[in-house]
Nanobody
Framework: QVQLVESGGGFVQPGGSLRLSCAAS????????MSWYRQPPGKERELVAS????????TYANSMKGRFTISRDNARNMVYLQMSSLKPEDTAMYYC??????????WGQGTQVTVSS
């Protein structure tokens, strides 16, 4: 049974930091590229960051570049999103995603991040 379980979300003040975690199971994690997406209230889901199957390649949306860092630990089937200098605009539900060419795409249930004073 494939599962992606996000954790680490919460309420933080502007300028604060937070680390999200995604625990994967039920598939060959090391063969999949992993991504974080987010969906602000009332808006479309957008790509935040992605990382290749070996962790050697990372990609970030421009608004997150320099503030967010994606990483993975294939030995533990984990992917992380370290977020710093958080802004109210970062408030969203954050989702973990796994994909590989010609394979199924998997989504987690999401974890809420709220940035507010």
């Amino acid at each position: 049974q494939v599962q992606l379980v996000e954790s680490g979300g919460g309420f933080v003040q502007p300028g604060g930091s937070l680390r999200l975690s995604c625990a994967a199971s039920g598939f060959t994690f090391s063969r999949y590229a992993m991504s974080w997406y987010r969906q602000p209230p009332g808006k479309e889901r957008e790509l935040v960051a992605s990382i290749g199957s070996t962790g050697g390649t990372t990609t970030y949306a421009n608004s997150m570049k320099g503030r967010f860092t994606i990483s993975r630990d294939n030995a533990r089937n984990m992917v992380y999103l370290q977020m710093s200098s958080l802004k109210p605009e970062d408030t969203a539900m954050y989702y973990c995603n796994a994909r590989a060419p010609l394979m199924n795409t998997y989504w987690g249930q999401g974890t809420q991040v709220t940035v507010s004073s």
